[in-house]
Every structure is written in structure tokens, then in C-alpha cells.
Nanobody, 126 residues
């Protein structure tokens, strides 16, 4: 079992920044072939992949709506995943989840992720 615990959400004004963290418990359960991802889900909308990273190689993917504003990164030694979010917009408001892939899949589909955190709320409002 892999436990993922997100933190760092909150209320921020448009144009502001937040940094989300995802602590991965159960050391040794994140291998270089795994992908880690940040998803978000706004009320009434489907869960959407925001950013992916290959744990070993550091290869990244971003959904078009966040390119140039969000940065996904990881600290392998600390088993922690991050999402730096800059120039936040009201449409970024959602619950943000981190997730670990099932095997070595590289996917934006929620069904390809086996472990999920509990989510952290991000609200962008003036």
C-alpha cells in the first residue's frame, strides 16, 4: 500500500502563487519507471490531469491550460512530489490530487493511476 498525503492548498488571489506537496509514505514503493501526477477536479467537472512526471527520468507533461504557469517536480531522496503554481486564475479553483501510476504507464487517464491522495482544496478568488 502506498500512502500519498497532499498539503499546501488554500485561498489565493488571482495572479498569486501556491506550492503543493505530496508526501509519499511507504518508502521504496516509488520506482524510476513509475509516473506521478497531479490531477484536479472542480465541482461538476471530470477529474483532469494537470501535470505528470516520470519519477526516474524527470520527463514532464502539462495540460495546455497550465503550461508556463505550473511546474511539477520531485525530490527522490525525500519521496516528495511538488506542484508550483504561479499566476493562478479563478478557473484553477479545484481539489488537487496527487497520484501514482499503475506500473509504468504514462497516461492522463485517472483509471491508470493506482494510488491517490485525499486531495487539497485550491481556491483562487478576489
Amino acid at each position: 500500500q502506498v500512502h500519498l498525503v497532499e498539503s499546501g492548498g488554500g485561498l489565493v488571489q488571482p495572479g498569486g502563487s501556491l506550492k503543493l506537496s505530496c508526501a509519499v509514505a511507504a518508502s521504496g514503493r516509488i520506482f524510476s519507471s513509475h509516473s506521478m501526477a497531479w490531477f484536479r477536479q472542480a465541482p461538476g467537472k471530470e477529474r483532469e490531469a494537470v501535470a505528470l512526471i516520470r519519477w526516474g527520468a524527470g520527463t514532464t507533461y502539462y495540460v495546455d491550460s497550465v503550461k508556463g504557469r505550473f511546474t511539477i517536480s520531485r525530490s527522490s531522496g525525500e519521496n516528495t512530489l511538488y506542484l508550483q503554481m504561479n499566476n493562478l486564475k479563478p478557473e484553477d479553483t479545484a481539489v488537487y490530487y496527487c497520484a501514482r501510476s499503475s506500473g509504468s504507464s504514462w497516461s492522463t487517464r485517472p483509471s491508470d493511476y493506482l494510488y491517490w491522495g485525499q486531495g487539497t482544496q485550491v481556491t483562487v478568488s478576489s
